[in-house]
C-alpha cells in the first residue's frame, strides 16, 4: 500500500530532485526492495525459529552438543525437509525445476503451470463473457435485474471447494474431462467481479448522456454501442484484474478433486502428501508469479485502450 | 433588417407573434409554428404532493424567432424545453412542433438540444463528439467529416479536432455541444442555459457568437437563461416565467435590431427592454 502511494507521488514530482539518491526514492523500486527486505530477515528468523526444535534433536541424536547459534541456523536453513523452507531453499527449487528440467518432463514447474494457466484462461474468457452477457441482461431489462441478481451474489457465498468436485463429477459423467471441467470453475468464479463491474459501468452514463441520445432518436442497440459500452470499460478492467485472478484460484481448486497429475494443484497436493514442504512452497511462489503476469497482462491492456481513447495516461 | 412584431405579450393569449419572414425564406410564413402550445400542463408525481411544473402554458414559436425562456429556479423553463424535445410528456394540453407531435418532430431529428453541461463523451475527441449524432443517423464517413468541419469551423474550433474533451476549457466544451447540435442543421436550436457554468467575459464572448450565427442562418433558437442581460442582449421575444405553478407572466417583443454588437447593452433602448423584463419578474415572484 505504502509502496503503491509512495511510487504515485514519486511520478508526479519531476525535475531536479529526481536524480541519484533522490531519484531512488521517489521512484518505485526502493520502497519495493525495502519490504522485499524486511519479509526476508523476518523470513529467516521464522524459518530459525520453527525449524530449530528439529534440528537440535537431530543434533541431539549425533551426540553433539557443542554446536554455536551460527552452526544451528545454518542448519535449520538447509534441512532436507524443513517445516518452513528459506527463501533461498525455495528460490534454488524453483530454479532447478524450471531452468535445469526441460519443459516436458513431469517434474518441470514450467509444465505443470501451462496446464494450469491453459485452463485458466480458457476460464477466464468464459467468465468474461459470461459475466458480461449477464450483465447486459441485468442493464436492459428489469426482470432479469430482479430474478438474476439474486441467484448471481447467491453463486458466489456457496464455497469453492464444496462445488468443485461436483462440476467436474457431472462434466465427467457428460463425457468433459481435461481442461473443461476446471476452466468451468475458474469461469464460475470470474464471471462475478465482470457482472458486478460491468453492471455498474453499464449504467454510468449520466441522464444528460442518455438525454442527449433520445433526443437524437437513437436506437437501443445504438446507446448500448455508442454510450453504455464505451461508458463500461473504466469499470471493466478492475474487473477483469480480480477476475483473472479468481480463475486462476478456480484452476488450482479445480485440480485438487480430480487427483490432477498434472497442474499447480497437483503439485500442490502431491506435496502435501508426502510431506515435501519445498516443492509446496515452489508451486505456490510459482501461482504467486503467474497471477502477477496475468494482472500485469490485463493492465498493459487496459493501458493501451485508455491511451486510444485519449484518456490522460 | 426591422422585425415587425406584434405579440399581445399577455399571459393569457400570449402571442401568435406573426412577423415578417427573413428575405428569402418568405414561404415559411405559409408553413405551421415551430413551436405551438395550447393549455399546456404538467404534474409531477412526487413521494409527498404533486408538483405543477407547468401551468397553462400557451406558446407559439414562429420560424426564425430567437426566444428568451427568463423566470427564478424552478419556474418550469427547462421542463417546457424539455416537453418541447419530447424528453418530458405534459399532463394536460396540446403542443405541437412543425404541426407535428413532440415524438415525430424527435424522430424526425428536427431539433438539436444543447445542455447546461457540455454532457460531452470523454472517450471521443472533439470531432467524433461532434460525429455523433451524424453517426447516429446513418451518414457516411465523407458526409460526417464535411459537416463536423463545417460545424466546427463556425463555432471557430476548427484547430482542435482532435483533442478530447479533458484538454479544453469549459467555454470550448460548450462550444463543442453547441457544434455538435448543429452539425446536422437543425432548423430549431433548443438551448439549456448553456452557457450558465461560464465566466462573464467567455460568455459575452459565446453570446456575440450565437447572435452572429443566428443572424447568418433561418435558426429558431429557444433559449433557457436567468440573465436579464443575456436574454435581452440575444432574443427577438422574452417569455417571463414564474414558479409554482410554473407559469408565463409576459412575454415581451424587444425592438432592438437584429445586428447588435456587445455595446448596445449601454443604449437606452437596450436598458428599456431590460427593465421591463425585471418589472415582469419581479410581479411573477411572489415570496409568500
Keep these: ?313 | 433588417m426591422t422585425m415587425i412584431a406584434a405579440g399581445d405579450g399577455t399571459a393569457a393569449g400570449a402571442a401568435a407573434a406573426r412577423r415578417e419572414a427573413p428575405e428569402g425564406h418568405s414561404r415559411s410564413a405559409a408553413r405551421p409554428a415551430v413551436v405551438e402550445a395550447k393549455g399546456l400542463s404538467l404534474v409531477f408525481q412526487t413521494a409527498d404532493a404533486p408538483v405543477r411544473a407547468l401551468d397553462n402554458i400557451d406558446l407559439i414559436i414562429e420560424r426564425g424567432e430567437f426566444v428568451s425562456l427568463i423566470g427564478p429556479s424552478g419556474c418550469g423553463k427547462t421542463t417546457l424545453m424539455r416537453v418541447i424535445a419530447d424528453l418530458e410528456q405534459p399532463t394536460e394540453g396540446s403542443i405541437r412542433i412543425n404541426g407535428s407531435t413532440p415524438e415525430q418532430a424527435r424522430l424526425a431529428r428536427s431539433y438539436g438540444y444543447v445542455f447546461q453541461a457540455p454532457a460531452l463523451y470523454p472517450w471521443r475527441n472533439v470531432e467524433r463528439n461532434v460525429q455523433l449524432p451524424l453517426e447516429v443517423m446513418g451518414m457516411s464517413k465523407e458526409e460526417r467529416t464535411a459537416r463536423s468541419d463545417r460545424a466546427l469551423e463556425t463555432v471557430g474550433l476548427s484547430g482542435f479536432k482532435k483533442k478530447f474533451p479533458w484538454q479544453l476549457s469549459g467555454g470550448m466544451q460548450q462550444r463543442v455541444s453547441i457544434a455538435r447540435a448543429m452539425s446536422f442543421e437543425p432548423d430549431l436550436l433548443l438551448m439549456d442555459e448553456p452557457f450558465g457554468a461560464l465566466d462573464e467575459i467567455t460568455r459575452d464572448n459565446l453570446n456575440v457568437h450565437l447572435l452572429d450565427l443566428w443572424n447568418r442562418t433561418n435558426l429558431t433558437v429557444v433559449f433557457v437563461t436567468h440573465s436579464i442581460p443575456e436574454a435581452v442582449f440575444l432574443s427577438s421575444r422574452i417569455v417571463v416565467m414564474s414558479p409554482r405553478p410554473g407559469r408565463i407572466v409576459e412575454v415581451i417583443d424587444s425592438d432592438l435590431p437584429r445586428g447588435r454588437d456587445l455595446d448596445i447593452r449601454e443604449t437606452p433602448a437596450f436598458l428599456e427592454v431590460a427593465h421591463r423584463v425585471r418589472v415582469a419578474l419581479r410581479e411573477g415572484h411572489s415570496y409568500d
Design chain 1, 1 to 313: 500500500m505504502t509502496a503503491v502511494a509512495e511510487a504515485g507521488r514519486g511520478r508526479s514530482s519531476s525535475g531536479a530532485a529526481a536524480r541519484g539518491w533522490g531519484r531512488l526514492r521517489q521512484g518505485r523500486a526502493l520502497p519495493v526492495l525495502v519490504v522485499l527486505g524486511a519479509i526476508m530477515v523476518l523470513w529467516y528468523l521464522a524459518a530459525l525459529w520453527l525449524n530449530a526444535p528439529r534440528t537440535i534433536e537431530q543434533f541431539q541424536r549425533e551426540d553433539r552438543a557443542d554446536y554455536s547459534i551460527g552452526e544451528l541456523a545454518a542448519a535449520a536453513w538447509s534441512m532436507e525437509r524443513p517445516v518452513l523452507p528459506t527463501p533461498g531453499q525455495i528460490a534454488a527449487d524453483i530454479w532447478k525445476t524450471t531452468v535445469d528440467t526441460r519443459i516436458t518432463s513431469k517434474r518441470s514447474l514450467v509444465y505443470h503451470a501451462s496446464v494450469t494457466m491453459s485452463s485458466t484462461l480458457v476460464g477466464f474468457a468464459l467468465g468474461t463473457v459470461l459475466g458480461i452477457a449477464i450483465a447486459i441482461g441485468i442493464v436492459h431489462v428489469p426482470t432479469l435485474d430482479r430474478s438474476i441478481m439474486p441467484w448471481v451474489i447467491a453463486s458466489q457465498t456457496i464455497p469453492i471447494l464444496a462445488i468443485a468436485p461436483m462440476i467436474v463429477v457431472v462434466l465427467g459423467n457428460l463425457g468433459f474431462t481435461g481442461i473443461l471441467p476446471k476452466a468451468v470453475i475458474s469461469a464460475y468464479l470470474s464471471f462475478f467481479p465482470v457482472t458486478i463491474g460491468m453492471v455498474k459501468g453499464l449504467r454510468s452514463p449520466d441522464p444528460l448522456q442518455l438525454d442527449l441520445m433520445r433526443t437524437y432518436s437513437a436506437s437501443r442497440t445504438q446507446i448500448f454501442s455508442k454510450l453504455r459500452w464505451p461508458a463500461s470499460l473504466g469499470f471493466l478492467f478492475p474487473s477483469l484484474k480480480i477476475g483473472i485472478a479468481l480463475a486462476l484460484v478456480g484452476a488450482i481448486v479445480g485440480e485438487l478433486p480430480t487427483g490432477a497429475q498434472a497442474g499447480i494443484g497437483a503439485r500442490l497436493l502431491t506435496g502435501s502428501y508426502y510431506g515435501q514442504m519445498v516443492p509446496m512452497w515452489s508451486a505456490l511462489v510459482v501461482s504467486g508469479l503467474l497471477a502477477m503476469i496475468c494482472i500485469f497482462a490485463v493492465s498493459a491492456v487496459e493501458r493501451a485502450v485508455a491511451l486510444a481513447r485519449g484518456g490522460r495516461a
